[in-house]
């Protein structure tokens, strides 16, 4: 349990919302997933009994049948392109990078379609256009090519900085502290972090709030976070958890 002294602000700042009638759209993505494990299947039981629907970003060069059979029977999951084999292709001094570097892009953008087509066989249902870069990271020229392959979404990390091609929906807050514990982040910063993106967007930005998770590396920190975060939130009147398949749809329609 984290400290109700930690949570305060957050109580705070949704009281806030509600107070002026607001609903704030927040969405969960999680990545990294190839097969069944009881870290999964720790996430997929949390979200399904909080009601809260989960992108899974799913590596296709490593996943096949078994992920797709643990999922068939969790409607709240979707799930999203993560790249194709989450192997780095930068320079030694370079931030890590798959869709991106030397390599041709023709080779880049044909492993792309080949994870397209593949996860969109394995979950005829769950299946969500999305291509999420290994590392939030990809090359800028590769962007407007994605809509010939079938994307039509992209999801990195930080806030949204320009319109692009096809509907960007971004994650803000990561659970993770990789450059230091390479466990879960501190509760205080966490919930700092989760206040400091809502008061943004009160003040009009209109983008959904993402959290990032990568529960194959979950700690114990990681987890009670999460716990935390839809407790304070599922069912909250001034907070709405939305499908990033609903998201795409409602970025679509609008511009
Ligand atoms: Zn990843």
Do not use: C
């Not at 002294?5 to 919302?17: C, D, F, G, K, V």
């Not at 999680?30 to 996430?43: G, K, Q, S, V």
């Not at 953008?109 to 005829?124: D, R």
């Amino acid at each position: 349990m984290i400290d109700s002294t930690i949570r305060e602000p957050l109580y705070r700042e949704l009281e806030r919302w509600q107070a002026a009638g607001r609903v704030a759209r927040l969405w969960l993505r999680d990545d990294d997933a190839i097969e069944p494990t009881a870290a999964l299947d720790h996430l997929l039981s949390e979200t399904k009994s909080y009601g809260i629907p989960v992108t899974l970003a799913v590596i296709p060069a490593s996943t096949g049948e078994a992920l797709a059979a643990r999922l068939a029977d969790d409607a709240h999951v979707s799930v999203a392109v993560h790249g194709w084999a989450h192997h780095n292709h930068a320079k030694p001094d370079e931030k890590k990078q798959e869709l991106g570097g030397a390599r041709l892009e023709e080779t880049i953008l044909g492993e792309l379609y080949e994870g397209f087509l593949k996860l969109q066989g394995l979950y005829p249902t769950r299946f969500l256009a999305m291509l999420v870069p290994p590392w939030n990271r990809i090359d800028k020229a590769l962007v407007p090519k994605l809509p010939a392959l079938g994307f039509e979404s992209l999801s990195i990390y930080g806030r949204v900085e320009r319109e692009g091609p096809l509907a960007i929906i971004n994650t803000h807050v990561d659970l993770m502290d990789w450059h230091g514990t390479r466990g879960g982040r501190q509760a205080a910063e966490l919930i700092g972090e989760v206040v400091a993106e809502l008061q943004d967007r009160f003040e009009g930005r209109n983008e959904p709030i993402g959290v990032l998770g990568h529960h194959l590396v979950h700690d114990a920190a990681a987890w009670d976070f999460l716990a935390e975060l839809f407790e304070a939130t599922s069912g909250h009147p001034a907070v709405e958890w939305i499908s990033a398949a609903a998201l795409v749809q409602d970025q679509m329609s609008t511009t």
